[in-house]
């Protein structure tokens, strides 16, 4: 059983920055590959950013890239999602999925939903103008 558990959601205005946290704990490979997707109201989930197994092996989503900042700390099991000059386009529920293998390559980090075997519930993230 994996649970993952996140934190840091929150209203910000515009320009703004948040910090997003993802727990993992349970029968995990440590450092599993890990992501965060997102999904606003009326859209699909979509991809935001995720890690392998060190800090250097991460990738974006385009819209995010420059902004956006994935990192982890393996001691703790968690994940986090630094968010600088965020939009109201960024505004979505943030999900964070947890993937069963271990990535050495950016190549082998999957940015694809259907890849990621568990998922938290969700915390809102919400950019006024």
């Known amino acids: 059983q994996v649970q993952l558990v996140e934190s840091g959601g929150g209203l910000v205005q515009a320009g703004g920055s948040l910090r997003l946290s993802c727990a993992a704990s349970?029968?995990?490979?440590?450092?599993?590959?890990m992501a965060w997707f997102r999904q606003a109201p009326g859209k699909e989930r979509e991809f935001v950013a995720a890690i392998g197994r060190s800090d250097d092996i991460t990738r974006y989503s385009d819209s995010v890239k420059g902004r956006f900042t994935i990192a982890r700390d393996n001691a703790k099991n968690t994940i986090y999602l630094q968010m600088n000059s965020l939009k109201p386009e960024d505004t979505a529920v943030y999900y964070c999925?947890?993937?069963?293998?271990?990535?050495?390559?950016?190549?082998?980090?999957?940015?694809?939903?259907?890849?990621?075997?568990?998922w938290g519930q969700g915390t809102q993230v919400t950019v006024a103008s």
């Open positions: 349970g029968h995990t490979l440590n450092p599993n590959t």
């Open positions: 999925g947890l993937e069963r293998a271990v990535a050495y390559t950016a190549t082998g980090v999957s940015v694809r939903e259907n890849q990621y075997d568990y």
